[in-house]
Each structure stands twice: as C-alpha cells, then as structure tokens.
C-alpha cells in the first residue's frame, strides 16, 4: 500500500484479522456502574544504531563468503543463496562485531547488497556500508501501533471489565531464509515478493506481547487486530508490541486510578495479586520517596509497572518530571527503576541492562518518531530523527530484589514499556494533561 499520511487511521481501517487471546467472562453478580475509555498510539521508531549498518562478501567462483553483524547469520546466508541460486552450502557466513541493535536493523539487507555485487564481481572482495541515510531511511523499523481501552467499574472504582484491542502490523520480518525479506530479494530485476507477514508465536508474543494484563480483573477480553499489509516495512525493534502495549495499560491503569480518587501505587496494588509483583512497586516507591514526596509547582511523578512477556522479570519505574512553564518543556529529574529478576548472578550486568533499557524508553518516548508525509520518510539523519543525548539524560537508581531461590529471569526488554507508562503518569501529574500518543508532547498547563 501507498504511504499513508496519517498511520493511525491507516491501521484502523486497514483490513485486519482478529484473534481474541485472552477472555475471562466476570460475575454475573457483579454491577458496573461507570465506564472509562481511552486510545493509545504509538508511532514508527527506528532502531537509531549509532554506526550505519555494514558487511564485505567474497565470491570465488564455488563459495561465497560473507561477514555479517546479523542477528541471524544462518537465516540470512539460507535467503542469500536462494537469491543467487545457490545451494546452501555455498554460501559462508561469518559473524563479524558490526553496529548493533535491540531487533532488525539493516545489517541483514547490507549483507545481501555485498552478496549481490560480489558474485557479480568473482575474485574481488566487496565492502559494503550504508549511508546514515540509507539507514534511516531504508532500515526495518518498529511497528507503529493504535492500542484502545475500555474499563467497567464498579462503586468504588474497581475494574469488573476490561478490554484491550490492538492494532499492528508485523513485529518479526528477519530474513527467516526467504530472499522476499531482504531488500536486495524484493528490488532486483527479477524480484522476488516478500512473504505474506505474520503475528508470530504465541499468544502475548508479538504484537500482543504483554497485552494481557497481569492485574486480576474479573473480566477481561484482549483481542489482536493484525494487519498483514506494510506500507513501511516494520520488523523486531527491542520489547516488540510489549513497549505499546505496557504504555497503554499503565496510563489507563493511572487515568483509573485517578477517577476513583485512590493513590496510583494503592490502586495498582489492590488489583495485583503476585506478591512478587507487589513488592517490586514497593521497592521502587520506597527507594524514590513516594510517601514523602511533596508537590511541588511545574513537577509531577509517576509510575509504571509490568511483568515483561508476564512469565519474565518484573519491573516498577517511578519518575519525577518538570515542565518549564513559559515553554512546556519537558525534563525528566531523576528515576528509580526496581526488578525482581530472581536469582541475580551479574548485579553490575544486570543493572547495566535495566537502565540502558530505561535511557532507551525515555528517547522513544520523548523525542523518537519516524516522520513521513505520505510520499516519502523525512527521518534522513539525526537533526530530523533526534535521540536523547548525554545532557538529557536523568540520574537513575536501579535497586535489585534478589531472589537466590528462584530461577534466573530474563531483563533485557524490561524496563521498555514501564519505562513510558511512569514517564505519562508523571506529565500527568504536572499538568493535569493526560499524553495518550508517543512521542509525549507535554502542554504547557502546569498545576
């Protein structure tokens, strides 16, 4: 399909297929006496590998060699050598450190363009790296999403109903041993077509990843609308649907909370029934001062919670915000992120990973969006693709439940959607703005 203007409205009424992956029918008794409803968007992002993406192959007449920084170096090499008509055994791929990423960036399509000039040039290695502008431009991004909320509650502002619909193009195109992935496959003479894409995995894997709540509602139905069509071609970016969808939850967890007049922490607590969840809100609230913060004009605090893929570890965020009045600038004063990844064998790694993870988040959710005005992307470089950059960025405590009983769980994606969810909560707090669509754009009301 042609670039669409407006990639929201082009997901909603682009034709999906819906799968329910989540249904609980609540008490029949049970009276709901108020109904809350809210959307949440969140655009294209980029993967934003500092180094443009990079590979060098070789062709000698029998075998073709190629260095890679892929993530999946056998998957690509199987697509390579049927794009060449290759066997695969001809084909010889080679790790090489390169620029990285949380996901699919182009350091597969890279490979295959040195592929494709090298066995067109036998005997001479080629080396092939993109422009900062071939990357922005031409890298597999994140799936922009549109994510709505329904919530019954009942007299004292519980949830007796929840519902949660998303809307998503793919989160996983990698090579995956078809030459329709690569971009070289799809754009040469003889072309060859990308595979229709899927919503891989499980339920609560892809798009849907954490979309089922892990508060004990009554009821809940959670349904995926996946579109299969890409007017931009969209692939693994770090959490894949998880950011969205915790994004979601998390602030209409807090615009719940609010209309009910309960303290958001209380609120997220008297629907959670994992005490290990419990206790890592607890941690991260008692590290950050919840109880004794003091309101102060133009700041404002939030926070956000999520199990990641609900069987990993978890993760609480709690944010302090201030917004500059005359400009409604939007600067983040400090965080305080606790986890319970159980048995914690590398502190200093462990660590390392929630607050990258933590900085990432923040970037996505302030300043990230790939920007297209339905003929072509204007994200060509850093000056029209912005990240966070070392001056932005909050001090940041991480605090460790350490459970050597329980087994090892893993925190790479953790911290991604919590992350956002603390960050809204927060410019909510100060403004009484309630931000629904990444990146955040805070109004200048401060209360």
Known sequence: PALPADPYAWLLAAPSTATVIARTERPADAVAVRTHEASYRKPYVMHGSIGPSCAVAHWDGSTLTVDTHSQSVFETCAAIARMLDLAPGQVHGRHAPGSGCYGHNGADDVAADAALLAHALPGRPVRVQWSRQDEHTSEPYGAAMVISLRAEVDASGDVLDWRHDLWSTSHGTRPGGQPGNLLAGRTRAQPTAPPTPRNGGPPNYAADRNAIPLYAFPGQTVTTHFVSQMPLRTSSLRGLGAFANVFAIESFVDELAHAAGVDPLDYRRRHLR??????????????????????????????????????????????????????????????????????????????????????QSLSWATVEAVAHDGHRIRSRDWASYPILTFSQLPPVEVALLDRPDDPPLGAGEAAQGPTAAALANALFDATGERARTLPLRPATPVR
């Open 274 to 359: 994992d005490e290990r969840a419990r206790a890592v809100i607890a941690r991260a609230a008692e590290r950050f001062g919840w109880a004794s913060h003091a309101r102060r004009p133009g700041h404002g605090r939030g926070v956000g919670f999520a199990r990641y893929k609900n069987l990993a570890a978890y993760c609480a965020v709690c944010i302090e915000v201030q917004i500059d009045p005359p400009t409604g600038a939007l600067r983040v004063v400090r965080a305080v992120l606790a986890a319970d990844a159980g048995e914690v064998i590398n502190p200093d790694g462990l660590s390392n990973q929630l607050e990258g993870g933590l900085l």
